[in-house]
């Protein structure tokens, strides 16, 4: 069963199909009773855009996506906190990051150890099966 969905038409020619508000034909960004709202919402996702670009720019982070982006994550706030007046909270929040950070340099090791082992296992060539050997004379 297909619910309602928007009556507004795209760019494209395509009706938008989005699920509409309550009694009326239009979902919250075509509807005229929301337009305001959708344009506040839209400008602040741009403003978000813009903002985690320039931030991530003035940090040099890459994402969380690596081990490396995830060391260099916690480097920086690494520093940041020690540039922060001493206190247990500090030296709290910099005993994390020493742990947080064996544990990166742990797991950094196994994928690099991985690593070498699938390239040493694609160098041997494909494994023979237990039942091919069975056939051989
Ligand atoms: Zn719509």
């Keep these: 069963m297909v619910g309602p ?3 507004h038409v795209m760019p494209s ?3 938008c199909r989005a699920t509409p508000l309550r ?3 239009f979902c919250f960004w075509h509807s005229p009773e929301t337009a ?3 344009a506040d919402a839209r400008r602040l996702g741009g403003l978000h855009r813009r903002k985690k670009k320039t931030v991530g720019a003035a940090f040099g982070f ?3 996506r690596t081990v490396e982006d995830n060391q260099a994550l916690l480097e920086t706030a ?3 906190t020690l540039a922060l007046e001493n206190s247990v909270g500090r030296n709290r929040a910099l005993a994390g990051y020493a742990s947080i950070g064996a544990k990166l340099i742990e797991v950094g090791d196994l994928e690099d150890r991985l690593a070498v082992l699938e390239a040493a296992t694609r160098a041997a060539g494909p494994a023979v ?3 091919e050997r069975d056939d051989e004379p």
Excluded: K, N, V
């Design 23 to 25: 009694d009326e034909p």
């Design 129 to 131: 099966e237990a039942d």
């Design 36 to 38: 305001e709202e959708a």
């Design 13 to 15: 020619g395509r009706l």
């Design 62 to 64: 890459r994402g969380l």
């Design 5 to 7: 969905s928007c009556t």
């Design 78 to 80: 690494a520093i940041e």
